[in-house]
């Protein structure tokens, strides 16, 4: 399974973004799916997530700004961002996996599938 991120650049705060991710060799329709974050020097974090059935969570930090959603037909997730902020900066992966009762979908373990990641730089 490849997946590959799409959409990133340099936005200025208060922008808007549409980062892509487009998946092959799997099909996402029985797959959880999530966006995460790695700013510079820290560990991945969790920007939304939706489940294989379609349930939806976003982090604190985003929520009321940036939209999650998939495209089963073209095996394509989206990210829809605005109201960029500078802490929104950093490299945003696109993951993947199949649903498992252990990890919840914020979980960076639970995915078995990760892009190489879009760069996101919100200037001030």
């Known amino acids: 399974v490849e997946l590959v991120e799409s959409g990133g650049g340099l936005v200025q705060a208060g922008g808007s973004l549409r980062l892509s991710c487009a998946v092959s060799g799997g099909t996402i329709s029985t797959y959880n799916k999530a966006w995460f974050l790695q700013a510079a020097g820290k560990e991945h974090q969790f920007v939304a997530g939706?489940?294989?059935?379609?349930?939806?969570t976003y982090a604190d930090s985003v929520s009321g700004r940036f939209i999650i959603s998939s495209d089963n037909a073209k095996n394509t997730v989206f990210l829809e961002m605005s109201g960029l902020k500078s802490e929104d900066t950093g490299d945003y992966y696109c993951a993947a996996g199949a649903p498992r009762a252990k990890y919840s979908i914020s979980d960076s373990s639970g995915y078995n599938f990760w892009g190489r990641g879009t760069q996101v730089t919100v200037s001030s």
């Open positions: 939706v489940t294989w059935t379609g349930t939806i």
